[in-house]
């Protein structure tokens, strides 16, 4: 079974970097806990690996190839904290570049990411 670093960077450089959205069901769980904030607002969703691979083709479409740079990655037991940068192009509107910076807390629970709790900006 793949550790928790293995599993969280897998993931990253392979799904959320959407080199392979369809590779979600090797990293996540069926039923994956995303607990996410907008404006400042928390709220908790369920994901699954195709509604997650669907998400990110959505970054695809709205801009483009983009590169996913991990900055950090700290691991704990079952826990894995990312940071990440994130930069592409607004194809949806204007075209001009697009710079993102993230971080999420990931769990990993018998080698699949079960939960999650990220921040972006």
């Not at 369920?46 to 691979?53: F, I, K, L, V």
Request: net charge negative; with cysteine.
């Amino acid at each position: 079974m793949r550790d928790t670093r293995a599993v969280v960077t897998g993931f990253l450089n392979e799904v959320r970097s959407g080199r392979n959205p369809d590779a979600a069901s090797d990293y996540l769980a069926a039923k994956v806990l995303a607990h996410q904030l907008v404006a400042e607002s928390p709220y908790t969703l369920e994901r699954s690996p195709a509604d997650y691979a669907a998400h990110v083709r959505e970054f695809l479409r709205d801009y483009g190839a983009f590169e996913l740079r991990v900055d950090e990655l700290l691991v704990d037991g079952d826990k894995a904290y990312a940071r990440w940068t994130q930069i592409g192009r607004n194809l949806a509107g204007s075209g001009e570049p697009v710079r993102q910076i993230g971080s999420a807390c990931y769990r990993v629970e018998e080698g699949r990411i079960v939960e999650y709790w990220i921040q972006s900006s």
